[in-house]
């Protein structure tokens, strides 16, 4: 089963407009992380921010976590078509340590 | 640093065949993780290890599935049968210390099974 559920489904913008993506969670968190899935690099790690964290940056990426409602959101900065791709959020949960990954926003970045 | 090693990249099989991907870690990686991966969906895990331990596997149907992950380094994942519902994308993935030491998984490019 998927706990986290991402918005949108898709998002279709122009190569450098801001792209935020959303994810809903269901039960407490030790982390949550985002990754990037395209065929080229297959999964990848972007960011993680604890439960303790409210904001984390990295580069043009920038992660906000509200425990308080169970949701996260990825901001990307200036896209560039390399960052068409799907981006998933995955929770880990308090007391282990199980990703449960949600079903994935895809992005496409139009040049 | 050579990343996740996943092999074969794709299968095809017909149904009630066997089938088995292999897996290499990144050298130093204790925790393994097999993953199931459907058309539009995100991974949901099969099974992980910590070292040669199978530590949970809840979510592996274990009337067809079998894995193994001798002396704590590759892992084989096994079907069999498979049925058409298997077609999917099995990824694996690795990271150093599953108890919090790093919470990053480190994937692989996966095997895309697709049974007729």
């Known amino acids: 089963s998927q706990q986290g559920e991402e918005d949108p489904q898709a998002l279709s913008i122009q190569e450098g407009e801001n792209a935020t993506m959303n994810c809903s969670y269901k039960t407490s968190i030790n982390n949550l992380q985002w990754y990037r899935q395209n065929s080229g690099r297959g999964l990848v790690h972007l960011i993680l921010i604890r439960s303790n964290e409210r904001e984390k940056h990295s580069g043009r990426l920038r992660v906000t976590l509200d425990t308080s409602k169970k949701s996260s959101s990825l901001l990307i900065t200036a896209s560039r078509a390399a960052d068409t791709a799907s981006y998933f959020c995955a929770t880990m949960g308090e007391y282990g340590n199980k990703l449960v990954f949600g079903a994935g926003t895809i992005l496409r970045v139009k040049s | 640093e050579a990343g996740v090693v996943q092999s074969p990249r794709y299968k095809i099989i017909e149904k009630k065949q066997p089938v088995a991907f292999w897996c290499n870690p990144i050298s130093g990686h204790n925790t393994l993780y097999w993953y199931l991966q459907n058309l539009g969906q995100g991974p949901e895990l099969l099974i992980r290890?910590?070292?040669?331990?199978?530590?949970?596997d809840s979510q592996l149907p274990k009337d067809r599935f079998s894995a193994e992950r001798l002396k704590g380094v590759d892992s084989t994942l096994k079907i069999q049968p498979a049925e058409l519902g298997d077609s999917a994308v099995y990824l694996c993935?690795?990271?150093?210390?599953?108890?919090?030491?790093?919470?990053?998984?480190?994937f692989g490019p996966g095997t895309r099974l697709t049974v007729l």
């Open positions: 993935a690795s990271s150093f210390d599953g108890r919090g030491g790093s919470d990053e998984q480190f």
């Open positions: 290890y910590e070292n040669e331990e199978a530590v949970d």
